[in-house]
């Protein structure tokens, strides 16, 4: 079946430096990729999201890269924050719509002090 | 104002009972979903309902039953609870089919002895 699988599991950083999250994706049909950010016992939520006909897309400190050939989108986050710690969850969409997502596993960053 | 809400936000019961999860979105929207993330922190979508019509029906076992009253509400009845049904379930919403960005409800954690 389809599938996202998504790199590293956990990462630490120090706060300032740079974070960078890696996705891959199987459907060659998938158009909709969104980030999103869960901290702790709180909901997920949307940071950024960017569609197959864009390459790139920044949000202030946060940007996505997507690679449609190689079928691999990646999230950067430059001068992390404390607050940026959180686990981040790359999705991407199944079949032609965007409705259906298929989440990657996470990736708990930590940003130390 | 809470834009997703659902309830109960935390349920313990035993094996083999039936129990409910409700959820409502004052949004506005037109798609509602629920997610099924479990200890490892997966999400994965369990259904969809566009306008109180069924979308995505992910080969849930069929003791999972949703119901939409109307498009603001979508609640989920789990008959026969299972060990394996502890999880946290999300219920999300979205502008319409194919608008992307989904806002999830804060979680209903289910734990099932």
């Known amino acids: 079946g389809e599938n996202v699988e998504q790199h590293p599991s956990t990462l630490s950083v120090q706060e300032g430096d740079s974070a960078v999250i890696k996705c891959t994706y199987s459907d060659s049909a998938s158009n909709y990729f969104p980030w999103y950010k869960q901290e702790l016992g709180k909901r997920p939520q949307l940071i950024i999201d960017i569609r197959s006909n864009v390459g790139e897309k920044k949000d202030q400190r946060i940007a996505v890269t997507l690679n449609k050939t190689a079928k691999h989108f990646s999230l950067h986050i430059t001068e992390t924050q404390p607050e940026d710690s959180a686990v981040y969850f790359c999705a991407a969409s199944i079949g032609l719509g965007t409705d259906k997502l298929i989440f990657g596993t996470g990736t708990r960053l930590q940003v130390f002090p | 104002d809470t834009a997703v809400s659902q309830t109960p936000k935390y349920l313990v019961t035993q094996m083999g009972n039936d129990k409910s999860i409700k959820c409502e979105q004052n949004l506005g929207h037109d798609t509602m979903y629920w997610y099924k993330q479990d200890s490892k922190k997966f999400l994965k979508i369990m259904f969809s309902?566009?306008?109180?019509?069924?979308?995505i029906n992910e080969t849930v076992p069929n003791r999972f039953s949703p119901k939409s009253p109307d498009k603001a509400h979508l609640n989920l009845h789990i008959n026969s609870l299972e060990l394996g049904d502890s999880a946290v379930y999300f219920c999300?919403?979205?502008?319409?089919?194919?608008?992307?960005?989904?806002?999830f409800g804060e979680g209903s954690r289910l734990t099932v002895l």
């Open positions: 999300a919403s979205s502008q319409g089919l194919n608008t992307g960005e989904l806002f």
């Open positions: 309902y566009n306008n109180k019509e069924l979308i």
